[in-house]
């Protein structure tokens, strides 16, 4: 809640949102979308990294090529709960949206395949971000089940 907060009002993410992760070497997928804004709803063109289960973004893509590039925003995808189409929605091209328990965020493709693919790698983060909790969740119970 507390990075969704940061980038809504243009501050920085807090660096523990995205330490250890190396963004800038090999991401899952990267390019550019259309972000509406969280609370002024004016559209930004960035640049988007998925890398570990975190979605980034940059001004451009020169901002996401180091260790010292500081990202504009991150999103943790194991918060968030759909990531689907929503040009009915936004009445507007390869529109999706990526909806988390406290707010949903709009995004524009440049064209459908693209709109596809990041919802499809976006989807994909979600599900094994919810596997490895769930499984963090049997060895839990397992070890307290052992205990008693």
């Known amino acids: 809640m507390e990075n969704l907060w940061r980038s809504a009002t243009g501050q920085e993410p807090n660096p523990s949102d995205y330490t250890g992760i190396q ?8 390019g550019w979308l259309t972000k509406q804004g969280d609370y002024i709803k004016t559209w930004r063109r960035r640049w ?3 890398k570990q289960g975190k979605l980034f973004w940059f001004k451009e893509p020169s901002a996401a090529t180091s ?3 500081v990202p504009r925003g991150v999103i943790s995808v194991s918060t968030c709960l759909t990531v689907k189409g ?3 929605v936004l009445h507007k091209a390869s529109a999706f949206e990526l909806s988390t328990p406290q707010t949903t965020m ?3 493709a440049d064209n459908d395949k693209d709109k596809e693919d990041w919802i499809n790698s976006i989807g994909r983060a979600i599900v094994l971000g919810s596997r ?3 499984a963090s969740e049997v060895i839990d119970y397992n070890n307290q089940s052992s205990a008693t």
């Open 23 to 30: 963004f800038w070497s090999n991401p899952e997928r990267s």
């Open 48 to 50: 988007f990294v998925l």
């Open 67 to 69: 260790p010292s590039s």
């Open 86 to 88: 929503a040009e009915d």
């Open 106 to 108: 709009f995004f524009i």
């Open 132 to 134: 490895s909790h769930a």
